[in-house]
């Protein structure tokens, strides 16, 4: 399967356990207690409370929710989500993770295309909203394309074509469409060649 085939079928599961969540059964455990995901024990979860749901009734959860409880100054105690960790395909291993600020706003989303158990791409989020996109096509663990966004616009993504490791074509969008390409021939850097579209 290709890349942009498994890219495209991940994009559909993944909507799909999005839209199924809503309709997942919860369990409550503290600590490691029962995790069952490959995967899902990248982060520490020591004194954190794990909600799991199981959204496809196999008996295996696919959707953790883990949060941070704390005592407030009247004795009740608070809970704040801190992290998601999702299986969109259902295979028993962790695809997306989701990772949450004080104000339980979502700041970093690590995804999964290929399955393989390692992140292919970041997404950075400020005030909620996707500010950039780092994304590892050759699934080699080092990210070729980097896109950043300005009011959840695309206004530039910097490239990685001949995977040595360094930037080598940058495409600048205005409103949503590419106005200008520049691209590094000699590998040292720098643009030597505009290209206005």
């Known amino acids: 399967m290709s ?12 909507a799909l356990a ?6 997942g059964q919860a369990e409550t455990t503290g600590g490691n207690a029962g995790r069952v995901l490959q995967g899902a024990d990248r982060y ?3 004194g954190l409370l794990i909600v799991k749901a199981d959204l496809n009734q196999d008996s295996i959860p696919d959707v ?6 704390a005592a407030g100054s009247d004795g009740a105690t608070t809970r704040k989500l801190v992290r998601k960790e999702i299986d969109v395909n259902f295979d028993g291993s962790v695809d997306i993770w989701r990772h949450y600020n004080e104000a339980e706003r979502l700041v970093k989303e690590e995804l999964d295309y290929n399955f393989d158990g390692r992140v ?10 996707l500010v950039r ?9 080092a990210p070729d394309i980097f896109k950043t966004y300005k009011g959840g616009e695309l ?10 490791g360094k930037i080598d074509l940058w495409e600048y969008y205005e409103r949503g469409t590419l106005s200008r ?4 021939q000699d590998g040292d850097g720098q643009v030597e060649t505009w290209q206005e579209q």
Do not use: H, M
Request: hydrophobic share 35%; charged share 30%.
């Open 3 to 14: 890349a942009r085939s498994t890219y495209l079928l991940w994009i559909a599961l993944a």
């Open 18 to 23: 999005a839209s199924a969540c809503a309709g």
């Open 44 to 46: 520490p979860n020591e």
């Open 64 to 69: 953790y929710s883990i949060y941070k409880e």
């Open 120 to 129: 292919d791409a970041v997404n950075t989020f400020d005030q909620g909203a």
């Open 133 to 141: 996109k780092e994304v590892d096509v050759e699934f080699d663990q």
């Open 155 to 164: 206004v530039r993504v910097e490239r990685d074509t001949n995977n040595d």
């Open 181 to 184: 390409v520049g691209r590094d």
